[in-house]
């Protein structure tokens, strides 16, 4: 099998526009949730959110272009511009051998909305010919395939909160099985409107802790009430070892292992099984390592977080043999498709600069989640080996492992 690496990686969320200062904020604890602007909130029960703050999508996009695309897709691009340029591609790569696999929960959320409502007071006539071919989640890949003449495969995930970690795996499988020597994995979320937060809140699935926004999302916390939604983009990419190697491309990471599996338990409430098999596959693939960093989902939901903790005690064999384990959650919010891509880039540029970011709002220990989880500040550590986990609605469950390069 044809080995895996990680040449170039870019992220934009609610703490930054670009990876060094978005780490350099989750690292600090600083929090970006905050009351929402995007909408009128009165009549919600949940008012806060991670908004990606300081975005002009004129800077990634022509300025008449921009209606074109929804803003997931305009994050997309962002994260996908810095990946492309921090991978400093030569210009012999072979474009039909470079791929793209990219991923978002919900996709043009906003623009689905937006058209729904010119539809009922406007009529049929009204709507924006660019609605479709802006709101498709495909249409992510679409357009940065565009902007970088990327004509090898183009692939898709939508997979709700797994979405970002499934195109990771998707990612390396197809250049294992020599379908491409170069792929983008790319996922982007922006879900934060009206209808998005009416609809995770009719669910009771998202925290009200409306009144202190920085400390509502609590992974692993014992008052933990809920997710925040969050909204960003990452992008990483993917590049056989040897090709990588011979232009003298930097390596941060070689992908070692992942897993994935279903729940077949319930549309929403995740089983403690499902998680741990598509642990224990990535674990297994890569040669069951030491792990020495689990970036955890960590949800800030009482199940999730609960679910979680027993599944990593019972793959390493007891707490005492768990690694420390985390959540950048609570400072960026649930990014929903994008949280795996972000939390993989998160989780390499940890083991890059040897610190475990903290899992930040942790006050109140919870018995049910008694692993190490880095509470409040972040930790020096010699990183070589860690695991990124994402779960999603309808049991759909990914795990990634990456090993860093010497």
Same mark, same amino acid.
């Given at each position: ?70 803003? +997931? ?14 991978? =400093? ?40 010919? +660019? ?11 679409? +357009? ?31 250049? *294992? ?25 009719? *669910? ?15 992974? +692993? $916390? ?20 040897? !090709?990588?190697?011979?232009?003298? #491309? ?26 741990? @098999? ?6 297994? *693939?890569?040669? !069951? ?17 609960? =679910? ?17 384990? !985390? ?10 498709? #994008? #949280? ?6 998160? !989780?390499?540029?940890?083991? @890059? ?12 220990? $919870? ?40």
């Amino acid at each position: 099998m044809r080995r895996v690496v990680v040449t170039g990686m870019g992220m934009i969320n609610a703490v930054g526009n670009d990876k060094e200062s978005s780490f350099k904020a989750i690292c600090e604890g600083e929090c970006g949730i905050d009351t929402i602007t995007f909408f009128d909130i009165e009549a919600h029960s949940a008012k806060i959110a991670g908004e990606v703050k300081n975005f002009d999508p004129a800077t990634v996009m022509e300025p008449k272009e921009v209606k074109k695309a929804d803003r +997931f897709i305009h994050l997309g691009l962002k994260a996908a511009q810095e990946a492309m340029a921090d991978a =400093n591609l030569t210009p012999d790569i072979d474009m039909e051998r470079f791929g793209i696999s990219a991923a978002s929960g919900i996709g043009g959320l906003p623009s689905i909305e937006k058209n729904s409502i010119i539809l009922e007071k406007r009529g049929p006539r009204r709507i924006s010919p +660019f609605f479709i071919p802006g709101a498709l989640v495909n249409m992510l890949g679409g +357009f940065v395939t565009i902007e970088h003449g990327i004509k090898g495969p183009n692939l898709s995930a939508v997979t709700a909160c797994a979405a970002g970690t499934h195109a990771i795996s998707e990612a390396a499988k197809t250049i *294992m099985t020599n379908g491409a020597e170069q792929m983008l994995a790319v996922a982007a979320e922006s879900a934060i409107t009206g209808v998005g937060i009416g609809g995770f809140a009719s *669910m009771k699935a998202l925290s009200t802790r409306n009144d202190d926004p920085k400390k509502a999302s609590r992974p +692993f $916390d014992a008052e933990r009430d809920g997710f925040v939604m969050g909204e960003g983009a990452a992008a990483l990419v993917l590049e056989e070892y040897e !090709s990588a190697k011979a232009r003298g #491309a930097r390596i941060y990471a070689e992908v070692i292992g992942f897993g994935e599996s279903g729940d077949a338990n319930h549309i929403t409430t995740p089983s403690q099984d499902g998680p741990l @098999r598509a642990m224990k596959a990535a674990y297994l *693939m890569a040669g !069951s390592p030491k792990v020495d960093y689990i970036n955890a989902h960590g949800t800030s939901t009482p199940v999730n977080d609960k =679910n979680e903790t027993a599944a990593v005690k019972t793959l390493f064999g007891g707490k005492e043999n768990c690694p420390p384990i !985390s959540s950048i959650k609570g400072q960026i919010g649930h990014c929903l498709g #994008a #949280a795996g891509g972000i939390e993989a880039v998160v !989780s390499i540029m940890a083991m @890059r600069d040897g610190i475990i970011p903290p899992t930040i709002n942790y006050e109140n220990p $919870d018995e049910n989640c008694d692993l190490d989880i880095v509470p409040n500040a972040a930790r020096k550590a010699d990183l070589n080996v860690i695991m990124s986990n994402s779960f999603g609605f309808g049991g759909t469950n990914g795990a990634v492992i990456f090993k860093k390069y010497e």
